[in-house]
C-alpha cells in the first residue's frame, strides 16, 4: 500500500480470517480513511532528519463481540494536554483543520455501538514516537438499544406526577436493562 505517498509504509494486518461484521461500508470506510489520512500529515510533520522512513501499520482483530482496528504511526504523535477534546467538534491541532474529522469517525463509531481510543504509539510500542488509534464496533453494527417503556396514553397526570411518573419508568428501564429482564 501507500500509492498516495510513497514515502510512507503501509501495512495491514488482518489477524482473524474470515471477520464478519455488519455495518455499514461506506461510513466505516470513511471513518478509517480519515483516521490514516490523519495519520500520513502526522508523518509529514516531522523533519526528515528524525523521521526515518515513515510508516503506518493498520490491525483488525475480532474481540468478543467488537471489530477492533488499530491504526499506528510514527508521526507526531498527539497532545498530552486535552486530549479528549480532540473528539469535539471544531477542535483541532492542525492550522488548516477543520476539527471535524475525528467527532465525525467518533460518531460513525458510536452510531456503530462503538467508540475510538486516542493513545500513544509508545502505549502498543514501547519506544516509540507516534499515535495509536483504536477503532472499536459492535459485531452486530448498531449500539445496543435500550428499551424505554412509556407511560399509557390514557393516563391523565398533573405536571408534577408527570415528571415523578417518568423517572420511575426510567428506574424500571436501567433495572431491566441491568437484569437482563
Known amino acids: 500500500m501507500g500509492v498516495g505517498h510513497p ?3 503501509i501495512e495491514a494486518e488482518i489477524k482473524h480470517e474470515p471477520m464478519r461484521a455488519q455495518f455499514d461500508r461506506r461510513l466505516i470506510s470513511q471513518a478509517l480513511t480519515n483516521i490514516i489520512k490523519n495519520a500520513t500529515e502526522a508523518i509529514e510533520v516531522v523533519p526528515a532528519e528524525e523521521l526515518g522512513k515513515g ?3 493498520v490491525i483488525a482483530a475480532r474481540e468478543n463481540d ?3 482496528i488499530d491504526v499506528i504511526d510514527n508521526g507526531i504523535g498527539l ?3 486535552s486530549r479528549a477534546r480532540l473528539l469535539e467538534p471544531y477542535v483541532t491541532t492542525r492550522e ?3 476539527g471535524l474529522g475525528l467527532a465525525i469517525v467518533g460518531r460513525v463509531l458510536e ?5 475510538i481510543e486516542l493513545n ?4 502498543i510500542r514501547p519506544g516509540a514516537r507516534g499515535a495509536w488509534m483504536r477503532l472499536r464496533f459492535a459485531v452486530s ?4 438499544k435500550v428499551e424505554v417503556k412509556e407511560p399509557a396514553a390514557e393516563t391523565k397526570v398533573t405536571a408534577p406526577e408527570t415528571a415523578e411518573r417518568a423517572d420511575a419508568t426510567n428506574s424500571e428501564s436501567k433495572i431491566e436493562a441491568a437484569t437482563g429482564g
Do not use: S
Open 7 to 9: 514515502d510512507i509504509d
Open 55 to 57: 510508516r503506518i501499520d
Open 66 to 68: 467488537d471489530i477492533v
Open 79 to 81: 497532545p498530552k494536554v
Open 96 to 98: 488548516k483543520g477543520t
Open 111 to 115: 452510531d456503530h455501538g462503538g467508540r
Open 120 to 123: 500513544d504509539a509508545a502505549d
Open 141 to 144: 453494527g448498531h449500539a445496543a
